[in-house]
């Protein structure tokens, strides 16, 4: 069963499925009143909500909120804390002067020499909340909308549902023993879609620039504010990130759109429920990029180290057969030349597969990721070091022949296992499972 109705500023859409029609029915009734609750606690607009009470009262008294409210705030302060204050609730007065919250301009921006945070927020015993600066406004908007779907899904599965999927304008959560794959819409183009992400028992949520269908095909300027400039971010047109939870979906958003690659330190929360926990398009070329992908420098550095240490070891390898022909003296000293720049090459090499080994290798592995071609890798590469100690240090000639073939041949069946590896990641990222699918719109 499908029901739909507007709030949180979007459409709400609610599918479940349970013992009678009559049991989902009501299961759907009591989900859409949790997130009318959600709705009526925290929104910007409505002057007494909880949020519009802090917003006119908290900074002169402690002002008492219902305890959901008080969640969601502890969440965003943590996120707040966690993120190095990238996810910033505080940014209200931004959004008010880009007439994106009501509000006018010269009510927003006292004079006043510093831009208010959400360090300033103060959560006390009992559900009360202090503000420690007079120009401090927040809004919920950016965390909320996943709290009231979490709360749904609680709902739902509180009232016995077999499986549903809650879907808040491009924040869902799916359950059940059936993977949900969703579309995710190109950013910049609405109307197309730019790859499919299959979520079970999971949470996705995406964020992008606004979008009227009846006005435009393109979608419009960002809305996710940088907290350090108080401006649109610029760089990404859209994030979207998979995560146990929706309330930590919808934030990571934010954090992915406003740090890009930098943000993949705070990705372990959504690492358990997707390899692949987060997206993002370049709003200059369109380009989509992972959380899990390398920085492009250190991507670029390892493909330079590995061109330097084939291109060097194969030039070796003909100098070496050609050493003992009528130009042998050229051929040997090539080869010497080679050897030594190889032997610099594979230095730095080391160097970058240790910095590969904890922010890439070892995080695919936890998510599941490429796990096969990834270890035909690590084993690979762990022969080339192994040999190229023992062609170094190993004493008898016996066994040094044998290191020098192992050597020669993992050098060459390398390139191979690199090309396949990239490529099965590719193919693995985007793999559509067979089920039903749910579009998420962009904010």
């Given at each position: ?49 909880d949020v519009g009470r802090l917003n006119r009262e908290a900074h002169d008294r402690a002002v008492a909120v219902d305890p959901w409210t008080y969640r969601v705030l502890e969440t965003a302060l943590d996120l707040h804390r966690r993120s190095g204050g990238v996810f910033d609730i505080a940014v209200a007065p931004a959004l008010q002067r880009l007439g994106l919250l009501p509000g006018r301009p010269e009510d927003v921006e006292p004079a006043l020499g510093e831009t208010a945070t ?326």
């Open positions: 069963m499908r029901r739909a109705r507007p709030l949180l500023g979007t459409f709400v859409e609610i599918r479940s499925s349970g013992a009678t029609r009559a049991a989902t029915e009501r299961a759907i009734d009591a989900a859409f009143a949790a997130i009318e609750s959600v709705h009526r606690l925290m929104s910007f607009h409505d002057g007494g909500s959400s360090a300033a927020i103060e959560l006390l015993p009992r559900h009360r909340v202090r503000f420690h600066h007079p120009a401090l406004k927040v809004d919920l908007g950016g965390i909320a909308k996943g709290f009231a779907v979490d709360r749904a899904v609680d709902v739902l599965r509180g009232c016995d549902q077999s499986s549903g999927l809650v879907n808040a304008g491009g924040d869902l959560a799916a359950f059940g023993t059936t993977a949900e794959t969703i579309d995710i819409r190109d950013p910049r183009y609405p109307g197309r879609s730019l790859c499919q992400v299959a979520i079970a028992n999971a949470a996705l949520a995406s964020s992008a620039g606004r979008f009227d269908p009846l006005q435009s095909a393109d979608a419009f300027s960002a809305t996710t504010i940088d907290p350090a400039t108080g401006e649109p971010v610029a760089e990404f047109a859209g994030a979207s990130v998979c995560a146990p939870s929706c309330i930590i979906a919808d934030a990571l958003t934010k954090i992915v759109l406003i740090s890009g690659e930098r943000a993949v330190g705070l990705m372990r929360p959504a690492r358990s429920s997707c390899p692949r926990p987060a997206t993002f398009t370049s709003r200059r070329n369109g380009k989509m990029s992972s959380a899990l992908q390398l920085d492009r420098r250190l991507r670029w550095s390892l493909y330079a180290a590995f061109a330097l240490l084939f291109a060097t070891g194969a030039v070796w390898l003909v100098a070496d057969q050609l050493k003992d022909s009528t130009d042998g003296e050229i051929w040997q000293a090539t080869a010497a030349n080679m050897l030594m720049v190889h032997g610099g090459a594979a230095m730095l090499m080391l160097l970058l597969l240790g910095a590969l080994f904890p922010i890439h290798i070892a995080r695919a592995w936890r998510g599941r990721l490429n796990r096969i071609s990834g270890s035909i890798m690590v084993v690979c590469n762990a022969l080339l070091i192994l040999t190229a100690f023992g062609l170094y240090y190993l004493g008898a000639e016996t066994l040094r022949p044998w290191a020098s073939d192992v050597h020669i041949a993992a050098g060459f069946v390398l390139p191979v296992l690199i090309v396949a590896h990239i490529w099965l990641g590719r193919r693995q990222s985007k793999n559509k499972a067979p089920a039903r699918s749910a579009k998420p719109a962009p904010r």
